[in-house]
């Protein structure tokens, strides 16, 4: 099996910063894409950013120039510097990704970690 575990998440006022951790741990072979979600209060989940093991980036509109996601291949850890928060960033953060185990391909979800901004 495959377990995401993400860390970071607090409150911050209005213009701060937080960085995100997640750490995949278990029986790895590989990990493909990793990416960070958030779902906030009667929203549904969307997609914040994602890289693939190559270092490719994507990121949705309403955090560009804002957020930055990175990853430490040998550590299995995906990272999201996030910057100049606004209170709409408020969500709880959801880590992502596919993963190939020795019992085969798994997409796998972390339990979440909360991230409060006050204005």
């Known amino acids: 099996q495959v377990q995401l575990v993400e860390s970071g998440g607090g409150l911050v006022q209005a213009g701060g910063s937080l960085k995100l951790s997640c750490e995949a741990s278990?029986?790895?072979?590989?990990?493909?894409?990793m990416g960070w979600y958030r779902q906030a209060p009667g929203k549904q989940r969307e997609l914040v950013a994602t890289i693939t093991s190559g270092g490719s980036t994507k990121y949705v509109n309403s955090v560009l120039g804002r957020f930055t996601i990175y990853r430490d291949n040998a550590k299995n850890t995906v990272y999201l510097q996030m910057n100049s928060l606004k209170p709409e960033d408020a969500a709880v953060y959801y880590c992502?990704?596919?993963?190939?185990?020795?019992?085969?391909?798994?997409?796998?979800w972390g339990q979440g970690t909360l991230v409060t901004v006050s204005s």
């Open positions: 992502n990704t596919g993963a190939y185990s020795s019992t085969g391909y798994l997409e796998v």
């Open positions: 278990g029986s790895i072979l590989r990990i493909n894409t």
